[in-house]
């Protein structure tokens, strides 16, 4: 019934909602305890723990799915590849929106830039790889193998640079802080490098148990629409899979720590572009079939151009929200 779904779907926001809070104040205290810079911080720690969603799904998919192989292996790529056009379309776009309510449309928003721009970097260049990929035979098994393997070696390579960098960061006044006291220490907790980490992991069960509840309810409104395996995959499951780093990111800028907010999209970004597509690359139904090409030919688009606009120095909400663009433009097409 519609207004189950509806239900459903409200409660895994506020469970998420939650989570998000809980993940993001713990993670601040952690981050600042161990003087880590905030790109470090959002760019690995954050964006990987609020991977967990969109990881178990192509996962989940593929391994533990139905009957049917060619559509476990749809909902996996479609999972795998509607994430980065999720974040750099949709994510970005409602960080301009929320910026904008606080700050106005024109004002610059302000990243730490060496570390925005590496994050980018890193991700066009996995999702070049991926794109590549697509052209190997399903055949050609050791040709496949050898480029989840190249992936997986850059985003070792992208950690490391990242850590390496956070020291400087931290010295440049980047550092992470936190001006909100930890949730359990208001409740009587010590406040101790445990109490943060169980905050931390309180939060991650919170945000997997929404995301999945969330997943759920958008599958079962889908469901009623009729719409492909691989066209659900890449339009809908994202908009759940993807929730717990928007929350982060939205309530990280509406409090103006704008490396924190951009580094967990970005980071996240790099992530699912370089381990999750690793995943996807083996499997057979990664081809260049018209749904995939539009959807990474748009998240190219989406993220050249929030690239242009950091490089120009016009990093504006009015700017930043024509990402959203990209989205509009694959439903567009493809519904």
Same mark, same amino acid.
């Given at each position: 019934?519609?207004?189950?779904? &509806? #239900?459903?779907?409200?409660? +895994?926001?506020?469970? &998420?909602?939650? +989570?998000?809070?809980?993940?993001?104040?713990?993670?601040?205290?952690?981050?600042?305890?161990?003087? #880590?810079?905030?790109?470090? $911080?959002?760019?690995?720690?954050?964006?990987?723990?609020?991977?967990? @969603? /969109?990881?178990?799904?192509?996962?989940?998919?593929?391994?533990? %799915? %139905?009957?049917?192989?060619?559509?476990?292996?749809?909902?996996? $790529?479609?999972?795998?590849?509607?994430?980065?056009?999720? !974040?750099?379309?949709?994510?970005?776009?409602?960080?301009?929106?929320?910026?904008? !309510?606080?700050?106005?449309?024109?004002?610059?928003? *302000?990243?730490?830039?060496? +570390?925005?721009?590496?994050?980018?970097?890193?991700?066009?260049?996995?999702?070049?790889?991926?794109?590549?990929?697509?052209?190997? @035979?399903?055949?050609?098994?050791?040709?496949?193998?050898?480029?989840? &393997?190249?992936?997986?070696?850059?985003?070792?390579?992208?950690?490391?640079?990242?850590?390496?960098?956070? *020291?400087?960061?931290?010295?440049? +006044?980047?550092?992470?802080?936190? /001006?909100?006291?930890?949730?359990?220490?208001?409740?009587?907790?010590?406040?101790?490098?445990?109490?943060?980490?169980?905050?931390?992991?309180?939060?991650?069960?919170?945000?997997?148990?929404?995301?999945?509840?969330?997943?759920?309810?958008? /599958?079962?409104?889908?469901?009623?629409?009729?719409?492909?395996?691989?066209?659900?995959?890449?339009?809908? $499951?994202?908009?759940?899979?993807?929730?717990? /780093?928007?929350?982060?990111?939205? !309530?990280?800028?509406?409090?103006?720590?704008?490396?924190?907010?951009?580094?967990? &999209?970005? %980071?996240?970004?790099?992530?699912?572009?370089?381990?999750?597509?690793?995943?996807?690359?083996?499997?057979?139904?990664?081809? @260049?079939? @018209?749904?995939?090409?539009?959807?990474?030919?748009?998240?190219?688009?989406?993220?050249?151009?929030? !690239?242009?606009? *950091?490089?120009?120095?016009?990093?504006?909400?009015?700017?930043?929200?024509?990402?959203?663009?990209?989205?509009?433009?694959?439903?567009?097409?493809?519904?």
């Amino acid at each position: 019934m519609l207004g189950v779904d &509806i #239900l459903v779907l409200l409660a +895994g926001l506020i469970v &998420i909602l939650a +989570g998000s809070e809980l993940f993001t104040n713990a993670i601040e205290h952690v981050g600042q305890r161990l003087s #880590l810079s905030e790109g470090l $911080v959002g760019s690995v720690f954050a964006a990987v723990a609020t991977a967990l @969603p /969109e990881t178990l799904v192509p996962v989940v998919a593929v391994f533990f %799915g %139905g009957a049917n192989t060619a559509m476990r292996g749809h909902i996996g $790529v479609g999972a795998i590849l509607g994430a980065p056009l999720m !974040l750099v379309s949709i994510a970005m776009s409602l960080l301009a929106l929320f910026a904008a !309510l606080k700050r106005g449309w024109t004002a610059q928003l *302000k990243p730490e830039s060496s +570390g925005f721009l590496r994050d980018l970097m890193y991700f066009i260049v996995a999702f070049t790889i991926a794109l590549l990929s697509l052209l190997i @035979p399903p055949e050609l098994r050791a040709a496949r193998v050898m480029a989840s &393997i190249s992936l997986v070696f850059l985003y070792v390579v992208y950690v490391t640079n990242t850590v390496r960098a956070s *020291k400087m960061l931290v010295l440049d +006044g980047h550092g992470t802080h936190s /001006e909100f006291a930890l949730w359990i220490g208001r409740i009587g907790i010590a406040h101790k490098l445990w109490s943060e980490i169980t905050q931390l992991a309180l939060g991650l069960v919170l945000i997997v148990a929404g995301a999945k509840i969330f997943v759920y309810g958008v /599958e079962q409104l889908a469901l009623l629409t009729g719409l492909s395996a691989l066209l659900l995959s890449l339009l809908i $499951v994202p908009v759940a899979t993807e929730m717990p /780093e928007k929350i982060n990111s939205i !309530l990280w800028i509406r409090r103006s720590k704008d490396t924190l907010a951009f580094s967990n &999209i970005t %980071g996240a970004l790099v992530f699912q572009s370089t381990l999750l597509t690793a995943f996807g690359i083996q499997l057979s139904v990664w081809r @260049p079939q @018209p749904d995939i090409l539009w959807s990474m030919g748009l998240t190219f688009a989406a993220a050249l151009w929030v !690239l242009l606009l *950091k490089v120009s120095r016009r990093f504006t909400p009015a700017l930043l929200v024509v990402s959203a663009f990209a989205y509009a433009a694959l439903f567009y097409l493809l519904v």
